[in-house]
């Protein structure tokens, strides 16, 4: 994906790790290890998104996307290492667009990233519509509706969220830890739960739910969503 990413964040080494991470994955990025610096930066490069900490010397990461909802509409993905709800409706209230727990695992904020990148832009993209098309399913990641040749299909929240993390990123390989933490949002937890939750999605959604076509199990990695299911309309 071609995007240019600014992390702004003070632990200069964890900064350097999601940089490395984001370069694995064709995204460019710089590094501000401070709210002031961000802004410098952005006064002379163009950026597709933000990735921004909280906790920073100076200026803090709620400052900083104050300061910054005044003049851009630039996606902000915050990294908070402060725990609970209260950040998340702060941020949300101040114009952040997505959150990331710390600590967190590098695969699961690139595809969140990733996926943050391709929602702001097919919403510009007024000539299409923000839905995902694989063979006869349309997925529509906002609404939380599936369906197949225009019938709808139930899933629970949950399923559905496992289904879009892997829809948005297809060919990727997931590990059940990977999947639990994107989409249960903690870095432990009953991690068999995944495993359960692919089930019952393939029964939904797979022919032979036994020999499935659209969620791929690779052994020892993980899932993967078969990328030659989709049609790629960007
Ligand atoms: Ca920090």
Request: aromatic share 8%; hydrophobic share 40%; proline share 4%.
């Amino acid at each position: 994906m071609n995007a240019k990413v600014l992390i702004i964040e003070d632990e200069l080494e964890l900064g350097e790790l999601v940089q490395l991470y984001l370069s694995k994955d064709g995204i460019d990025s710089d590094i501000a290890v401070s709210a002031e610096a961000g802004f410098e930066n952005m006064s002379d490069t163009a950026y597709d998104l933000i990735t921004l900490d909280i906790n920073l010397p100076g200026m803090d990461g709620f400052e900083f996307l104050q300061k910054l909802r005044q003049k851009s509409e630039i996606p902000v993905l915050i990294l908070s290492a402060r725990e609970g709800d209260e950040d998340i409706v702060l941020g949300l209230g101040m114009g952040a667009d997505e959150f990331v727990n710390k600590p967190f695992a590098p695969k699961v904020l690139v595809a969140r990233i990733r996926a943050l990148l391709r929602r702001v832009r097919s919403d510009l993209d007024h000539s299409a519509s923000s839905s995902i098309i694989f063979d006869s399913f349309n997925l529509s990641p906002e609404g939380y509706h599936l369906e197949k040749n225009g019938e709808r299909i139930i899933l629970s929240t949950k399923e559905f969220e496992v289904l879009r993390f892997l829809v948005q990123n297809p060919g990727t390989a997931f590990s059940p830890d990977d999947i639990y933490q994107a989409v249960w949002g903690q870095e432990f937890g009953d991690i068999s739960t995944v495993a359960v939750y692919i089930q019952r999605i393939r029964k939904k959604i797979e022919e032979d739910p036994s020999n499935p076509e659209y969620i791929l199990t690779i052994h020892g990695r993980g899932y993967i969503f078969n990328e030659r299911k989709l049609k790629d309309e960007s």
